[in-house]
């Protein structure tokens, strides 16, 4: 294996930031070796939408020029895998949908403007769910994505391509976006970390709405020092994203990162333990098994555990499902083949043309979601179902705030099993795909931070995945503890089954 190749395979964040400042390898080498891998595995794993191939080379030699005059930064000259849902000017952009099948990205999202200035490689645009729907990846209109784990079982959703293209160490960065759990949960089927940002600490400026109120970019990494270098990157006050907040920027968690790196005591900290979380019907026992382990463990070095209670918790896939899918009906509206969308140049009559372009652009679930969000908005339905749902939604949020009196970081499973094969779920029923997503979605209803860490492998060596759920604007505290834990426990950082056929290659 070449040394660009060993560095993707098994090189940490920093050994690869390393030998690009030491000049032992370019960043063209590694964007080759990045682009290679993305070619080499896509008829199995189907990560990606676009590769951005002569993008991604002049990037990289603009990279190589700054490094050689001994400018650095922590991402300049790093390959990064981006959602398609986020623009990047000039490239297509489709968001996993028919829809955009054609559509040129006319401007930069906010994000890909940060990180093209700190001299990111932007490698390809990496295939999802359709505008972000789904929890297995098997939504996109350019296929489903295959799990590296697994080439049986889906990678989870929507980000599905980010978490494989990561876990199959063809990048060691990638951008998601998560709505209700999109990174936290294929992070958790991909052995990889996610972090789902407070809301408003990163820019939506640019990226294809999917439900506002609940959307936010984040980063997934193969480790915590690449995920920190990757948020820091990101968060930003844009006064183009009317939520964005000012509190943004303020934090340093790759300097932090390094900070704390001989630390390993966590003596202090108190972790709260949500009864609701291990009673939940459907939660795999293994699953429960390992992450109570995990918690006993993080006892063992210093952190105190509180009985914590979320009550609400029952709601908030009832309450979720009907505020995405009404934010999602109003959203979506714009994709009528006169704005945006395909669209047949025959068709004359303007409701012709809306339901030609509506009919064939979108897939069945972005449909089924339509249908739901706009009967959820209309006259008698929006007082008995859309206003309940955010007065609920308060309540989910007011259930967050009194357990943070009592814990500074929640902890539970990410997802209720591990990774499903593919077709096997959710086929006759969506609500059993829905329910997927019982741990991830309140964070995005309350607007808190949260993450995924792998915490282990079940007994047929599928990642399983512990959530880290902080107060607004608490990221620096979960990226302590996943540190903590990551150097402690590196048994839990695996490479992918599928990373053999790198050997040799
Ligand atoms: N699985 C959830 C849904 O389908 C969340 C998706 C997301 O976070 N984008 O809506």
Redesign the pocket.
């Known amino acids: 294996m070449t040394f660009a190749g060993e560095l993707l395979t098994r090189g940490s964040f920093r050994e690869i930031r390393k030998a690009l400042d030491d000049r032992k390898i370019s960043a063209l080498q590694l964007c080759e070796e990045s682009l290679r891998r993305l070619q080499m595995g896509q008829a199995q794993i189907n990560g990606f939408i676009t590769l951005l191939e002569n993008e991604a080379r002049v990037q990289a030699r603009l990279a190589d020029e700054k490094i050689q005059t001994g400018e650095t930064h922590p991402l300049l000259g790093i390959p990064i895998a981006i959602k398609d849902n986020i623009l990047i000017k000039g490239t297509p952009t489709t968001a996993g949908s028919k829809m955009l099948e054609n559509f040129i990205a006319p401007f930069d999202s906010h994000v890909a403007q940060r990180l093209r200035q700190q001299g990111a490689v932007f490698v390809c645009k990496t295939n999802m769910?359709e505008f972000?729907?789904?929890?297995s990846n098997e939504n996109s209109f350019f296929g489903s994505v295959k799990n590296p784990w697994n080439l049986k079982c889906v990678p989870g959703?929507?980000?599905g391509g980010s978490a494989a293209v990561l876990a199959a160490r063809m990048v060691p960065l990638a951008l998601g976006?998560?709505?209700?759990?999109?990174?936290r949960?294929p992070a958790a089927f991909c052995g990889i970390p996610g972090l789902k940002p407070t809301y408003g600490r990163v820019s939506r400026w640019g990226l294809i709405s999917?439900?506002s109120s609940?959307?936010q970019i984040g980063p997934m990494a193969t480790d915590i020092e690449g995920l920190s270098a990757l948020l820091d990157a990101i968060s930003d006050f844009d006064p183009k994203d009317s939520t964005s907040s000012i509190s943004s920027s303020k934090q340093n968690l790759f300097e932090e990162f390094r900070k704390n790196e001989n630390e390993t005591s966590l003596e202090g900290l108190r972790i709260g333990i949500p009864i609701e979380f291990f009673n939940q019907s459907g939660l795999d026992p293994q699953v429960s098994a390992m992450v109570r382990h995990e918690i006993e463990f993080l006892e063992s070095r210093g952190a105190e555990r509180v009985e914590i209670s979320l009550p609400s918790l029952k709601y908030s896939v009832a309450v979720?499902?009907l505020i995405?899918t009404a934010e999602a009906s109003s959203n979506l509206s714009r994709y009528d083949g006169i704005h945006l969308g395909v669209r047949d140049g025959q068709l004359e009559k303007l409701e012709d043309i809306y339901s030609q372009s509506r009919s064939q652009g979108f897939g069945p679930?972005v449909k089924l979601?339509i249908l739901l969000g706009t009967f959820a908005l209309s006259k008698g339905s929006y007082e008995n179902y859309f206003k309940k749902a955010a007065q609920v939604r308060r309540i989910i949020s007011d259930d967050f705030s009194q357990a943070f009196e009592k814990c500074d970081l929640i902890l539970g499973p990410t997802s209720p099993f591990e990774a499903f094969e593919l077709g096997g779920r959710g086929q006759s029923n969506p609500i059993e795909?829905?329910l997927?997503?019982v741990f991830?979605?309140g964070p995005?209803l309350a607007g808190l931070p949260a993450m995924s860490v792998n915490i282990g492998y079940s007994d047929i060596n599928l990642p399983l995945g512990m959530q880290i759920i902080g107060p607004k604007f608490s990221e620096k505290k979960m990226i302590f503890l996943s540190q903590v834990l990551e150097k402690l426990k590196p048994q839990h950082s695996r490479v992918s089954p599928f990373c053999k056929i790198w050997e040799g290659s």
């Open positions: 769910d972000a729907m789904g929890s959703g929507s980000s976006s998560d709505t209700g759990g999109s990174i949960q999917y439900a609940l959307d979720y499902y995405a679930e979601r795909m829905y997927a997503d991830t979605l995005n």
